[in-house]
């Protein structure tokens, strides 16, 4: 499904990335550890084309990521970032901008949908009422993973999308994902809930090794 072959990876004359390889297969679920810059978003970054290697190749359902492919690859990802960037306004607005771009006009974004979705993560449904502006990171990050979700995707890239949760909602959103077989799903991630799961595979980058 998303495979990385032999990758050199280097920003502002620093090695981020030498002679990496990954390769992971549809449907599993794969946390990456490792310490701060070690290049952990790289590896989103690299199959979303928001860099480029400076040497090996990166594939994505058996297809090379570049220049002509990438458009292609993102409509097929959900990606969840650390920072759970969802705009400005009222939540409505948000999933009114998010439903109405060409690309998820298909997709299920009515209210009775979101609403099951906030039950789940512990939201009311008159929470659309609210503005982003007044949400704490908790709730951006549960909007977020929501927002994903409704994408209608089956490979997820979450990035630290559960750091601001409280510990029952990090068990809630991580059982949420790992009980989804068809889903591919890679959690960058230092969240005990994602080590302890059942089903979950361990990637160490900085012993460049799986750990489980």
């Not at 759970?84 to 607005?93: C, E, F, K």
């Amino acid at each position: 499904m998303i495979k990385y072959q032999s990758i050199y990876l280097s920003f502002e004359g620093k090695a981020i990335l030498q002679d990496f390889s990954l390769d992971i297969k549809k449907g599993e679920k794969v946390l990456i550890l490792g310490p701060s810059g070690i290049g952990k978003t790289s590896l989103f970054s690299l199959v979303l084309g928001f860099v480029l290697p400076d040497r090996g190749e990166v594939f994505f359902d058996g297809e090379l990521v570049d220049k002509r492919s990438v458009w292609s690859v993102r409509k097929k990802i959900a990606y969840v970032d650390q920072n759970a960037s969802i705009g400005l306004g009222r939540v409505m607005d948000w999933f009114s901008f998010v439903s109405s771009l060409k690309a998820n006009q298909a997709r299920d974004f009515s209210r009775e949908r979101i609403c099951e979705l906030f039950e789940l993560f512990k939201l009311h449904c008159d929470f659309l009422k609210k503005d982003i502006s007044q949400l704490s990171g908790g709730e951006r990050q549960r909007v977020a993973i929501i927002t994903a979700v409704l994408l209608g995707r089956d490979v997820f890239f979450l990035d630290e999308a559960t750091a601001s949760l409280d510990k029952e909602l990090k068990k809630t959103v991580v059982d949420f994902f790992i009980h989804r077989t068809d889903w591919t799903v890679v959690s960058v991630s230092h969240d005990s809930q994602w080590m302890d799961a059942k089903g979950v595979k361990i990637f160490d980058m900085e012993k460049r090794k799986w750990a489980s």
